[in-house]
């Protein structure tokens, strides 16, 4: 992995990667912040060597390099999953070339349903802790040591200053954010209404299929780490409707420009 981190982030470096400061994973439908970078420059993940390719129709597949409110950022628009036929250690390879590069903030977003019935559809979850469903751990690999240490602290896996930061812009610009336990499952199934009731039982508050292996290494990598969730559907199992994709894809559209608001004042502090 030594090697491939090496050759990926010299490919980067010749391409104008220069030192950003604090990386960016757009979750589904969360893809129009990237208009908001000064000065990009893109790379397709199918050009950048050792790289997955994003093979979900609705995820771009672009690293993209520039500036937000004068912070040199790299923005991954598109994301891996588990889903894809990818391991844990392919889904967060872009958050060790991310951290190579020289980041050390990492804002993540993603959408998800709602477990808690008190938050509703197009509203935001600022997540404070998550719950790993996904059978497995992107630091289970030999020679994990030699990147940093194995038994990784997971007490406060979200950076409390910048989740206090967040919340005082959301204060500030009257939106309506949530505070939440965000569970990370494999998919690409949704839920039954039997693991909604269970996923509400452990204590979620929404359910999606990323960002936890992310923020696992992120947390590996000494990194600031904070995740904003998208809420795209409510998950009531005693009134589940069939849920299609396309209205998942729509609502994170509506609600996006929220997030955005939240991710550039946000990053205006850094």
Do not use: W
Not at 106 to 127: R, T, Y
């Amino acid at each position: 992995m030594i090697q491939f981190i090496n050759e990926t982030t010299e490919y980067l470096v010749n391409k104008g990667f220069d030192k950003p400061e604090i990386g960016i994973i757009l979750g589904t439908g969360l893809g129009k912040l990237v208009n908001e970078i000064e000065n990009p420059i893109e790379v397709s993940y199918n050009h950048i060597p050792n790289f997955p390719t994003a093979t979900v129709e609705f995820h771009k597949g672009k690293l993209i390099y520039g500036e937000i409110e004068g912070k040199k950022v790299i923005v991954m628009q598109g994301r891996f999953h588990l889903y894809e036929g990818y391991t844990l250690q392919d889904v967060t390879f872009p958050v060790r070339i991310m951290h190579a590069l020289g980041i050390e903030y990492l804002l993540v977003s993603n959408a998800s349903g709602a477990i808690n019935l008190n938050f509703k559809k197009g509203e935001l979850m600022l997540i404070d802790d998550h719950i790993n469903l996904q059978g497995g751990s992107p630091l289970a690999f030999k020679g994990v040591e030699q990147f940093g240490e194995r038994f990784v602290d997971m007490s406060a896996p979200y950076n409390l200053e910048l989740n206090n930061k967040i919340k005082a812009i959301a204060n500030s610009k009257d939106i309506q954010l949530h505070e939440g336990v965000y569970a990370s499952v494999v998919g690409p199934q949704l839920e039954t209404r039997a693991e909604y009731r269970y996923l509400k039982i452990i204590g979620a508050d929404a359910v999606g299929m990323s960002t936890v292996p992310e923020v696992i290494v992120g947390n590996h990598l000494k990194l600031k780490v904070a995740a904003v969730s998208v809420l795209t559907d409510e998950c009531d199992p005693d009134n589940l409707a069939a849920v299609d994709i396309s209205e998942i894809i729509a609502m994170a559209n509506m609600a996006e420009p929220k997030m955005i608001t939240l991710f550039k004042n946000l990053i205006a502090t850094l």
